[in-house]
């Protein structure tokens, strides 16, 4: 049985290590293996540790037979011109989590706590190159509205797509 709870910063290592195996997996026809083979499984612990303590941000960790093995990130637009839009800057299941419906138990458990925090409209940045992750945005229920941005990584220029949907 899964349990979700919103994360503490005794869980910034954890949150960390679920995007650090996850990335490793979801872009390895993206990314060079060089570059994958690179990430630390501690890159993200300033990040969430900075977000963590200063509340920008929630974050959501479910847990299957006591493993964290999912998380969710979302808050409050960074992007001034959506100001009243919440976003979600990240979702990672640990691959061999992978379809077992985890990312849309912790979608609708964002999508609730975002409503009691009175946002109505949602956004996400999903990279073009990510069709697993896209589909997934597609079933929940989003949609591209047409905006993108050019992200430089691992030398190359990629692009991200904006999804958006209303809650």
Known sequence: MATIRI???DDVQTIS?????SWKEAYKNTFSQEFLSS??????VPFFTEHIQNQRFETA??????????CITYG????????DFAEIISLYVLPEYWSQKQGYELMRFCMQ???EQEFYQIY???LKENKRAIQFYKKVGFANDGATIEVAMDDQI??????RMLL
Do not use: C, P
């Open 61 to 70: 960790l479910l847990f299957k037979d006591g493993k964290a093995t999912a």
């Open 76 to 83: 409050k637009s960074r992007d001034e011109s959506l100001e």
């Open 158 to 163: 990629l692009t991200d797509i904006r999804y």
């Open 7 to 9: 994360a503490t910063i």
């Open 113 to 115: 706590r975002l409503k």
């Open 17 to 21: 290590l679920i995007h650090a195996l």
């Open 124 to 126: 996400l940045w999903v």
């Open 39 to 44: 990430i630390q499984n501690d890159r993200w």
